[in-house]
């Protein structure tokens, strides 16, 4: 309850993810005490994000922290050459403002974020999208919600972009 903000970073499944969080009584709790009571600033990181949703579907359904309503699918790129895990560098489609954004060069020329995943967001409530990139499809990039912010892609390996966005995270006033 010092932190003045809190970084959730995941690699791997979300099941495995999700069981390893829990597995330590009170992490879970301490997380969603920080979030919904002191209202201080979340940002999740790639499985990270994806365990903001209420449940995900990789390889069976697992319960997520329920902040966000929806669920994390696999992606389906319409193009069949695209490969799965999705890895590479992507613009990002902005739909909305947020000061994590601000001063970052976003849209079909804009900086690049670094995506390396197999599964993405699918929110029930499209205004908590904040960011959408292009492989094949729309995948949800970034969700941002109240008080809690989070990348499908990772921040601290894609370059300018990420270093202003965690800049920016780290500035955020909510």
Known sequence: QHADRLVLPGVGAFKSCAEGLRAHAGLEEAIHHFITELERPFLGICVGQQLMATRGLEKETTSGLGWIDGEVR???????????????WNTLNVTGAHPVLADIQ??????????????HM???????VL????????ITAIVAKNNMVGTQ?????????????IANF?????
Do not use: N
């Open 153 to 165: 892609f990772h921040p601290e390996k894609s370059q300018t972009l990420g270093l202003k966005l």
């Open 74 to 88: 696999a992606i389906e790129p319409t193009d069949p050459a695209l490969k799965i895990p999705h890895m590479g």
């Open 170 to 174: 780290i500035k955020w006033d909510v």
């Open 131 to 138: 960011a959408r990139a292009d492989y094949g499809g729309a």
């Open 122 to 128: 699918v929110p029930q409530d499209e205004d908590v």
């Open 106 to 119: 976003t849209g079909p020329d804009g900086l690049h974020a670094y995506f390396v995943h197999s599964y």
